[in-house]
Every structure is written in C-alpha cells, then in structure tokens.
C-alpha cells in the first residue's frame, strides 16, 4: 500500500499542515521540522502524485504551439489536432495557444519562438527549422525553465526537452527499401523531390533513402534532388520538367508535402502506371491518389498522437515527472490502397 500524507505526518509527529507546507516548499516551517518530515519522505518512501495535487489545486498549463502555414495538407491536419485539443482544454488543464508562420522561414520562427518565450507558457511545441537562430531561441526558452519538444522535424542540438515524430532516417530507409524492391529490373533513373533542406526531417529522410539505394540497389541512377518547397504548383513544375527531361523516369520518391503538383504533373504525362511514385503522408489527396494508382505507397506518421505526446510530456516536463518513452514513440505508418484505414466521416 502506497504511503500517504497521514503516515508522512504520524512518522514525524507533524500536523497534516506542516506536511503539505513541506511538500509545497511554503514558508512557515522551521528547519528542524523540516528535516524531520524530509526523513519521514525519505523512510516511507513516499512519490507525491503531481497530477493529482495539481487537480486538487485546480492548475492548469499554459501551452503554446507553434505550427507553419500555408497550405500543406499535413501541417493542416497538425493544426486541426491541436485545435481539437484546445476544445477539450478544460478537462485537460491546460490553455493552449497557436503561432503560426511562414513555412521554411528560420528568421520568422525565431522571432515566434521569443514572442512565445515573452507568454511565459509552461511549454511549448514546435515544428523546427534547422537554423542557428531558432536553436539560440529554443536554448533562451530551456535556461528559462521552459519546456519544449519539437514536432515532426527535431532540433537536437538546442536542449529540447523531446521530439514528438518518427525516425525519419528509418522512413527514408523504408522508402528506399520499397523503391528497389517495387522497381525490380525496371529501367530507369529515380528522382527525389524535397520540401527543403532547412529542416531537419527532409534531409534525415534522403540520409536514409540515398543509403539503402546506394548500398542496396547501386547500379539505379539518382538523380539530384529538387526542392519543392512543399507548394504544389512548384512541385508540379519541377516534376513535370523532371519527366521531360528523362523519359524513362522509373521512380519519384517525394519526402516532403505538394504532392498534388506531384500526382498532376504524372498524371499529364500519361505516365502513372509507368512510374513508381512513394510520398509522405496521408491526407485525403494522397489517399486518393492511392486509390487511383498515381502515388504507390504512403509512409504515414499520425498527427494526433503527435499533438497528443507533445501535450502529455509537457506537461510531465512542468511537473518535473518522468516521460514514459514507449508511450510516446511515433510509429511510421506503410499504406497501400489495400490497407487504407477507413476514412473517417
């Protein structure tokens, strides 16, 4: 049986009082007596339930995240989950805020990074961009004793507390993995089409793709990466330009968003049952385009247990708790039309 604030105030001959002015580091207390209820801790080996004294004082947390805008589905669909988490913010405690700003811009996420600082939330998430400002900026928030876990694209070296993604590394294996295996002895190049190489999950994934096709299927020629900066109509260009350019084009991995452009452009060609096409990501384009044969295979990580992790070890950072690393593991989803989920209504 687990011991309590009464056998912490019996074992030291305490008032119930003095052991919560203890336990909550108030004044009032002389040190004497509070050595004693200190060992009383120590000798019973009482873990004070954070969470439940927290609901019992009525706190909440006071949450900032900070989202890209712009009209890739993915990053929308991030948005639409913490949306749905603030409407459940009274049950949850907590008081959830959102900043967005442009997509790949390190200097504007920086400058949002510091308005979030200026909030004093007790945490904040974002989805980084591997710039030296936006690391300075996370680290000002850390000294502070703000936490922060980055989202879908990590930034290691600025002290964040956790990164709420996948192994982008492994996803990009996996792509690689499923192109050479889906090519077979099928002849031709096989392209790539980045959002861009500012984050940290573009160039993570294309770390792993270029590795397992070298190492594992080194005779198919790669061509360079293009950057479509995750907008559709530029993607659109780019790959059409990519398939005039090589007309025995066998393969397009694209790593990051725009894969409308992606799916028009193959599909003005004439050449969607020609080319293996592997994305990221399922949105109710790609889900689509799945279901038609454009795009082969889907690499998915879900959005809501994303925000859902980002939530939770925020608030366990807050509270100063243990995270509970298996329950915030993000595992890479693999879709082909025979194992859509069902679209929810």
């Given at each position: 049986?687990?011991?309590?604030?009464?056998?912490?105030?019996?074992?030291?001959?305490?008032?119930?009082?003095?052991?919560?002015?203890?336990?909550?580091?108030?004044?009032?207390?002389?040190?004497?007596?509070r050595d004693k209820v200190e060992r009383a801790i120590a000798t019973l080996g009482y873990v004070r339930d954070v969470a439940a004294a927290n609901l019992a004082k009525g706190r909440s947390y006071s949450l900032i995240f900070i989202l890209p805008a712009g009209e890739n589905s993915f990053m929308r669909g991030l948005e639409a989950e913490v949306?749905?988490?603030?409407?459940?913010?009274?049950a949850e405690r907590t008081e959830i805020a959102i900043l967005s700003v442009p997509a790949f811009d390190a200097r504007a996420l920086a400058d949002a990074v510091a308005e979030a600082h200026r909030r004093r939330p007790a945490g904040v998430a974002v989805v980084a961009v591997d710039a030296p400002e936006v690391t300075q900026a996370v680290k000002r928030l850390r000294e502070d004793g703000i936490a922060v876990v980055t989202l879908v694209s990590d930034l290691p070296g600025s002290m964040r507390d956790h990164f709420a993604g996948v192994d982008n590394i492994a996803a990009g294996r996996t792509a690689g993995n499923l192109m050479g295996r889906f090519l077979g002895d099928r002849p031709g190049p096989v392209a790539v089409v980045a959002g861009s190489m500012l984050?940290?999950?573009?160039?993570?994934?294309?770390?792993?793709?270029?590795?397992?096709?070298?190492?594992?299927?080194?005779?198919?020629?790669?061509?360079?990466?293009?950057?479509?900066?995750?907008?559709?109509?530029?993607?659109?260009k780019l790959v059409g330009a990519l398939i005039e350019r090589h007309p025995d084009l066998a393969g397009i991995y694209s790593l990051g968003a725009g894969n409308r452009g992606l799916v028009a452009a193959v599909e003005k060609a004439g050449r969607e049952m020609k080319i293996c096409a592997i994305a990221h990501e399922l949105t109710p384009h790609s889900r689509a385009a799945l279901l038609s044969g454009t795009i082969d295979v889907l690499l998915n990580q879900d959005a809501g247990h994303e925000v859902r992790?980002?939530?939770?070890?925020?608030?366990?950072?807050?509270?100063g708790l243990a995270v509970i690393e298996a329950q915030e593991r993000i595992r890479i989803d693999i879709f082909l039309k025979d194992n859509l989920p069902i679209e929810q209504a």
């Open positions: 049986m687990r011991p309590t604030v009464h056998d912490i105030a019996a074992e030291a001959g305490v008032s119930l009082a003095t052991v919560d002015r203890v336990l909550n580091n108030r004044p009032g207390v002389r040190s004497v007596t949306r749905a988490a603030m409407a459940h913010s009274p984050v940290r999950d573009h160039r993570e994934r294309l770390e792993g793709f270029q590795g397992v096709m070298r190492q594992c299927f080194e005779t198919r020629l790669l061509l360079p990466v293009v950057e479509g900066q995750d907008d559709a109509a530029l993607v659109e992790s980002a939530i939770r070890v925020l608030k366990a950072k807050a509270d």
